[in-house]
């Protein structure tokens, strides 16, 4: 088929706003522009932790019930529309979603074809104390669906971008080796599954951003047939689309220059982005080739029992505050594994009690309840009135809760059954690929050592004075993105800056700007047509985000404190 399909998305995760999706539907209509498909994006690692826990409560759960209420009040309108429905909010029980959805279609005098698309679910290869096993599907399932008819698709563990590649495969009718096309879907699926993420929201430049008082517009994917495609938003929303917050969303939570999937290896350094015009932003040149031969798994297993309490350290002594308080506590404690944070002196002769004081978090762990519960508790309020001057608690412990360890793993295609249960009950197997790509160093590795700058005169300032950054979680591994602004500074300059940038990012200089990571392994991958840098960070953040016990356990603000560093930037950069 020619044309391009529109495709948009209403959902970034479990818990985004609800409104979206009417939001979404009703904008489409009002911009002339309709929807040819809405997806939403409602899985996560941390999600699927959630999901399972739901499930031991009741079996018949283990889905995105705030889906459900979408369709219930937006159902209707899609279908009035013509705009098909795609959405992994399946989660761990697609099939349940499916008859819920069918439940909810009938009590709105509704008829809808609804499929699911299932086959994710592989606890029966025994991982080891699972709670959840999911391998991560593509979006050929998708795809033939909607081919045979369906107006809502319903997945579970899918790639966050193959409910996008899915609706491109059945409009365009690409083949499994069309791999420059789908890897053009997959990353323009990509830049949108994570909602406003790509028009705006969590963006370093927010300050330049557009009609911040209104609500970000979520972002629409007008994928060719060629597998170009153009981001853009519906007209009249908060937020912007432009080169810098789609390369926000571009280098948020990758790895290497192969992004790999299980349809296609994305080369993300062949994507080219181009301003088109206000809210548009064409990503094109994306090279794809034959995906990886194993699928990857998402594993979660329940790690144990967690509490922690906040104290506050007021005024002078702070140190000597909290090395009393620390052998007070640690002295009651008994439970396998505790942390305590560290302290930062208050700002001297402040003008608020608040900017006067620290705050100082003891973090537990226990394979039982009982050492991180009650007696947790009782050992920490114990000691209001006979410990440091000024003792307090920002609140005292809350009831221990469980937690949850994610680690990945993976399989052969073989072990997964990739299938479709259309609208009638019929079955249908997806095939597997029949080539693949072989396992190998990419490319795009910074080198160490790199070639030292010439000797200039610099100033000390915050690398955040032209360069933005995303950061986020990849299991106990952290993602930080930092790219180049595209401020309006000529082309040479412009070149300068990325130079720069990446002579900063050496392996052996990073713990200097992130000293949390200075006996942890970080590799830096270097992205020339994005002008960007992606960092990981291995184990920063522990067995992960429901296990770490950094207070900022998804890393979303990492990049941000990486900004705040002082760096040596050249004059005639800045």
């Known amino acids: 088929m020619s044309g391009v399909v529109r495709i948009g998305n209403c959902s970034g995760f479990y818990g985004d706003r609800l409104s979206a999706m009417r939001e979404m539907l009703e904008g489409a209509n009002e911009d002339g522009q309709s929807l040819d498909v809405l997806t939403g994006d409602y899985l996560a690692e941390l999600t699927m932790l959630i999901l399972g826990k739901d499930q ?206 299980p349809d296609v290896t994305v080369h993300l350094d062949s994507v080219r982005l181009e301003q088109e015009g206000d809210d548009r932003v064409a990503i094109r040149g994306v090279v794809g080739e034959a995906p990886p031969e194993r699928l990857k798994v998402c594993v979660n297993e329940l790690g144990g029992w967690r509490n922690q309490v906040e104290l506050v350290l007021t005024g002078l002594d702070v140190e000597a505050k909290a090395a009393w308080v620390r052998e007070q506590l640690s002295a009651r404690l008994t439970a396998a594994e505790v942390t305590w944070s560290a302290v930062d002196l208050p700002t001297p002769d402040a003008d608020s009690e608040e900017a006067a004081s620290s705050l100082l978090r003891c973090t537990v762990k226990d394979p039982s309840p009982d050492p991180v519960g009650r007696a947790f508790t009782a050992a920490a309020v114990e000691l209001a009135l006979g410990s440091y001057p000024g003792f307090t608690m920002t609140a005292a412990p809350a009831p221990a809760t469980p937690f949850g360890v994610y680690r990945a793993e993976y399989v052969d295609r073989a072990d997964v059954v990739h299938t479709v249960v259309h609208a009638d009950g019929r079955r249908e197997v997806v095939a597997d690929p029949t080539t693949y790509t072989p396992a190998t160093e990419a490319p795009g590795r910074r080198p160490s050592p790199y070639p030292a700058e010439h000797d200039t005169l610099t100033r000390r300032m915050p690398l955040g004075t032209f360069v933005h950054a995303r950061s986020g979680d990849k299991g106990g591994d952290a993602n930080i993105g930092l790219w180049v602004a595209h401020d309006g500074v000529d082309p040479a300059t412009y070149d300068a800056r990325v130079q720069w940038l990446f002579k900063l990012m050496s392996p052996r200089g990073i713990p200097i700007l992130l000293p949390e990571a200075a006996d942890l392994d970080v590799d830096v991958w270097l992205l020339p047509n994005l002008g960007a840098v992606n960092l990981v960070v291995h184990g920063l953040l522990g067995q992960g985000v429901a296990a770490s016990t950094r207070f900022d356990p998804q890393a979303k603000a990492l990049g941000e404190w990486m900004r705040s560093r002082l760096v040596s930037i050249e004059e005639s950069l800045t």
Do not use: M
């Not at 033939?144 to 966050?160: I, K, N, P, Q, S």
């Not at 830049?191 to 951003?209: I, R, Y």
């Not at 170009?228 to 929303?237: N, W």
């Open 56 to 261: 031991l409560k009741d079996p018949s759960l283990g889905y995105a019930r705030t889906f459900v209420r979408q369709l219930e009040d937006c159902l209707g309108l899609a279908l009035e529309h013509g705009v098909k429905i795609v959405a992994n909010a399946g989660g761990l029980n697609p099939a349940g979603l499916a008859d819920r959805v069918r439940e909810v279609a009938r009590g709105l005098g509704l008829d809808p074809q609804v499929a699911h698309v299932e086959g994710d679910d592989v606890r029966h290869l025994s991982f080891p104390n699972a709670l959840t096993a999911n391998a991560y599907l593509g979006g050929f399932g998708i795809a033939a669906a909607l081919t045979a008819g369906a107006d809502v698709v319903v997945t579970g563990r899918v790639t966050d971008a193959s409910v996008v590649v899915g609706p491109a495969v059945a409009h365009h009718g690409w083949t499994t080796t069309s791999y420059d096309e789908l890897a053009g879907a997959v990353v323009a699926g990509h830049v949108v599954e994570c909602g406003t993420q790509a028009t705006g929201g969590n963006f370093s430049g927010f300050l330049d951003l557009p009609h911040r008082d209104r609500p970000l517009g979520f972002p629409v994917a007008e994928v060719a047939a060629d597998g170009s495609s153009v981001i853009t938003k519906h007209a009249g929303t908060g937020g912007a689309v432009t080169v810098d917050t789609v390369t926000a969303q571009l280098v948020y939570e990758i790895q290497s220059t192969r992004y790999l999937g």
